[in-house]
């Protein structure tokens, strides 16, 4: 055997355990007893410190220096571990390990504190959560930006100074369409009461309709809607409320999109490091090209119309003209995962600035809260009310993820691109959709960028499918376009 040989057979069984640790928190989120919380704590410290040695094991640095290549998925593979293990290599196993223990504690302490409205009982947690965070970033980032350091755990090659760039070309054109489109009357809202039973089953055919693969996935109930695992075990979870059912069905379809992805990776990269999403922008790329672009269409709302129709009986809204306007219907709110296109990328923007100061040490823990009041009252014109709907809405922070919340974004803008080329590829597209088929975009989506995992960089991943680099505008036009003739702009 050669060295690749040898540190590929090491890495396939590193990527298993990998997955392995990821199920322990599927499981925390979905199924796991209130009481084993402690417990669970202590078993994802314990496969952290197991990981964190496998990816530091000189071994893998030994193996590293004598491979040879023999093709671009071999150099691809060694460009992936080589990254790692050098980014593994600064961060203390003490480190990682407590970080990991950490995290799984605050994240019960923030869903407590959220169902109590309190943030007080939460920011000691966070601020632990902060401390450790902002000394993984000084090791690895040296005298570099430490925000960087942990941007590029789930943006390769992206910094916060690209991002901002970038986001400050998206600002502008979306306040003055945000503002445009509140001046003018709004279509009518969805009102009653909806089966959870139904909501669930229909949420599961849309799945389905989207090409998720059930027989290597399931569907559960979680707080937070997320997706979990790569290969031959994806999983997604979603929820109801009783008088909204776009939340249940577009937060199916969004982690369908991220899914899709990880099972339409071509199986021969089955648990190595191109056996997943190349990086969290891309893979919000699929999540919001599934969830909006096709799944809020005007094609493919007519059908669901149809099918909310079986489900529910008549619903209040008259045709299916108008169903389009309810599902893309603008208006304000506090939660970004409810959020309409026009508004979502805002509510982004606000967590990247407050996270950015917070890691560079320019906003305290304990003054998050005023400063997110303070700039949401700034950005939608009205005052946050309770923390559920405020700093205590997502579940990013309590776990560490900083850097995170800038790829959703980035992904809607990768998604701005993607679509624009599938309606070039695809011109009958509306036809399938109306017939709730959406075969031929996913087919497209999956030939041209999710079969290949981690195979390129991000913005390279985009550019092979679209034949440019990624860029704002297309975002921008499309929303433009879509909004301007729901609204008559």
Known sequence: MTAYDDLMQFQRETEALGQVAGRLGWDQETMMPEGATPQRAEEHGAMANILHARRIDPRVGDWLEEAEPADDIAAANLRHIKRNFERTAKVPASLAAELAKTTS?????????????????????????????????????????????????????????????????????????????????????????????????????????FGYDLGNGRIDKAVHPFSSGSGLDVRITTRTNPTDPFNCFYSTIHEVGHAAYEQGIDHQHLLTPLGAGVSMGVHESQSRIYENQLGRSRAFTGWVYGQMRDAFGDFGIADEDAFYATVNRVSDGFIRTEADEVQYNLHVLLRFDLERALIAGDLAVNDLEAAWNDRFKADFGYAVDRPSNGVLQDVHWSEGLFGYFPTYTLGNVYAGCLNAELRKAVPDLDDDLAQGDTSAATSWLRENLQQFGGLRTPTDTIAHATGTMPSEAPLLDYLEEKFSGIYRL
């Not at 943006?155 to 003018?184: K, N, Q």
């Open 105 to 209: 504690l605050a994240h019960r302490t923030w869903a407590q504190a959220r169902a109590d409205e309190d943030v007080a009982s939460f920011l000691p947690m966070l601020q632990k959560v902060v401390d450790l965070r902002k000394q993984e970033a000084s090791a690895i980032a040296g005298n570099s930006d430490p925000y960087d350091a942990l941007l590029d755990d789930y943006e390769p090659g992206a910094t916060g100074a690209s991002l901002g760039a970038m986001f400050d070309a998206l600002r502008p054109r979306l306040v003055d369409l945000r503002a445009a489109i509140l001046d003018r009357p709004a279509p009518a809202q969805l009102s009653g009461s909806f089966d959870e039973a139904a909501q669930l089953a229909l949420s599961e055919k849309l799945a389905l309709a």
